[in-house]
């Protein structure tokens, strides 16, 4: 039979093949391995998987790429990125390593709030050069789904326009990119004073314009002692979710507050961060079905001397999965190689796990595990060759780019 592209002679094929329900415990670890992989593929998507010799004597092709010594795996999914700003923050990062806080930045201006002027000033096409750019660099690292939030606009024209600056970058680049309205990621400096009518047009105004467009599938918010505390956190997040947003959250960054029990109480799709969550939020997660989605890159980036405790989530059976959270200000990193690395390094889990929550449970974490996160026969052709002998080489080897090929839907892109 006649296929568009065939891969063959993998050293090891990580199909990472199973159900379709999140990975906890012990199947954290499992790749699901091939020697000698090959993959058949057609009309973008994955047609048969299985040994080179099988492969080879059921398929033919015109287009056949040779996978020697390589190693091949599902495509990076990122599910928590800030991509779409308009200036850097690099002078914070110098400030945080003379001794200030994340938290003493912010409260004097910097932060979240350092960047709405940029955004609200800047026009929707200088927004979308710029984050176009900066994906375009994330590609080659690997990644071939992407979740992108709004959330430096914090007024209704500005949060629209960075959704629809997401909107085009979805249409003008090969990858998949699943847009989530922010706007509560901040209090903006003219509500500083006056929280509860910035909430009141977080709900009354925003929400309902950015349902009406369609222009977000998820609502997201920063639930922490210094922005929205859990009461605030609560009614917004029940009110986007009776408009039809599915929820996602910022919680327990800092401080254990209470955003992961939280999470679980709403039925969020996912909790990010989580560096300070306590032993009840782990159980309120995993017994409601959240995703915990660990970013060490921010941790690192803020000189934590702490991580996630991703150790005791996984061994407690709550499903764990990576992100970068690339954004201007607390972790300017576009690599999941150097995510899985620091998950690795920095908060103990085994290179399969951090692979398993770098795709697979990345996938679930954006609801996409039907159609991405895994080589299995019908899913989508999103695939890296990698130049390394074996996938624990992956964050062993950091600080560098492993992958030689990014296949997108069957595509070399």
Known sequence: ?????????????????????????????????????AIAIKDGKIFSVGVSKD??????????????DKIVMPGFIDPHTHP??????????????????????????????????????????????LSLKRIKKMIPYGVTTLEAKSGYGL??????????????????LPIDIIPTFMGAHEFPIEYKDNREEYIR?????????????KLAEYCDIFTEAHVYNIEQSRDILLHAKKLGFKLKMHADEIEPIGGA?????????????????SDKGIFSLRDNGVIATLLPGTLFSLRAKTYARARQMINAGLPVALATDYNPGSCNCDSMQMVISLACLQMGMTPAEAIVASTFNAACAIERQDVVGSLEKGKKADILIMDMPSYQFLP???GSNNVEIVIKNGKII
């Open 55 to 68: 492969i080879s004597e059921k398929f033919s092709s015109k287009k056949i790429i040779d996978a020697t």
């Open 1 to 37: 039979m006649q296929v568009d592209l065939i891969i063959t002679n993998a050293k090891e094929l990580l199909t990472i093949k199973g159900s379709l329900k999140p990975r906890s415990g012990k199947e954290m670890n499992e790749l699901s391995i091939i020697k000698d992989g």
């Open 201 to 213: 047009i977080l709900k009354e105004e925003m929400m309902p314009e950015i349902m009406s467009s």
């Open 261 to 277: 029990e939280l999470a679980g109480e709403i039925g969020a799709i996912s909790a990010d961060h989580l560096g300070a969550t």
């Open 84 to 129: 779409v700003f308009l200036d850097t923050r690099e002078n914070e990062f110098e400030m945080r390593i003379k001794g200030k806080s994340y938290v003493e930045i912010s409260q004097s201006g910097g932060g979240i709030r350092s960047s709405i002027k940029g955004v609200r000033e800047s026009s929707e096409d200088k927004l979308f050069e």
């Open 155 to 172: 007024n209704t024209e500005s949060e629209l326009k960075m959704l629809r600056v997401i909107k085009r970058l979805s249409e003008t």
């Open 396 to 398: 062993y080897h950091f």
